[in-house]
Structures are given as structure tokens and as C-alpha cells.
């Protein structure tokens, strides 16, 4: 069997047991796509979407929504978020390490329920973050 056909089964079948920074490598581009997409209710004009996105798509976002997912998370999605937050990955020299992991942490989980398929808690997370930052974006869009 090819190396990348094992990864993928392993991936489907057991998604805890990828490394964190695989978890939020996916858990990026999810995480990208549900903010795109809800964006379409503010907006079609593509300028106003990429600012928008841009101030949901960030490690202090991200670390914010951190804190409002946490306590709310079971013994195994906190275990996820735990090796999110503690995987050795580079920090850019813009972003603070504090926010960075903790982004990093809430991109791994989505990747998590992303791969299992966990519908449910990728729309509780999203309408989370939505909640959180509707009044910071309406007031940036007029």
C-alpha cells in the first residue's frame, strides 16, 4: 500500500492519533472555507469579503475563540486542543507565540471534527465565533 493511502486511512479512521500540526493543517483550510462561506451573508463584493475574512482568519481570533470552546469541550477534544496548543510549530515574527499556539490548537480541533465528520460541533464552533464577532464586523462594514 502507498505511504500517503496509509495516511489517509489512518486519518479517516482514527484522526486523533495524526500529529496536531497535521490536524490544524487541515483544520486551516476547513476553518478558511466555513468563514468564507459565512461571509456570503454580509456580502458578494470580494473586497469587502477579503477584509471581513481577514479579521476572523487570524491567530487572535482564533486565540479568542480558544477560550470560549475550551470549557466546553469533552476529555477527548480537549486532549486534541492540548496537542494543538503544545505542538512545536514556527512562529511568525508577527504574531505573538501565546495567540499563535492557541490558533493553532483551534485549527487542529476543526480539523479533528472535520475528519470525523462531526458536523455538529464544526457549526456550533462557527456560529460561536460568528456570535463573537457580529457587532466587531458590522461596525466595520459601514
Not at 40 to 55: D, I, P
Not at 56 to 75: F, G, I, K
Not at 85 to 107: C, H, L, M, Q, S
Not at 121 to 139: I, S, V
Amino acid at each position: 500500500m502507498h505511504k500517503a493511502a496509509e495516511l489517509y486511512a489512518k486519518s479517516t479512521d482514527h484522526p486523533e492519533q495524526l500529529p496536531a500540526l497535521t490536524l490544524a493543517f487541515v483544520g486551516d483550510a476547513v476553518y478558511e472555507i466555513y468563514v468564507r462561506t459565512m461571509m456570503l451573508e454580509k456580502s458578494v463584493n470580494a473586497h469587502t469579503l477579503n477584509k471581513a475574512c481577514v479579521q476572523l482568519v487570524n491567530n487572535r481570533t482564533q486565540s479568542a475563540l480558544y477560550d470560549v470552546l475550551a470549557p466546553a469541550l469533552d476529555e477527548k477534544e480537549l486532549g486534541v486542543l492540548n496537542r494543538g496548543r503544545n505542538a512545536k510549530g514556527i512562529v511568525p515574527k508577527n504574531a505573538k507565540a501565546w495567540d499563535y499556539r492557541r490558533a493553532t490548537a483551534v485549527e487542529a480541533l476543526v480539523g479533528y471534527w472535520y475528519l470525523i465528520n462531526d458536523a455538529a460541533r464544526l457549526k456550533w464552533a462557527f456560529d460561536t465565533l460568528w456570535a463573537m464577532t457580529e457587532g466587531e464586523n458590522d461596525e466595520q462594514s459601514r
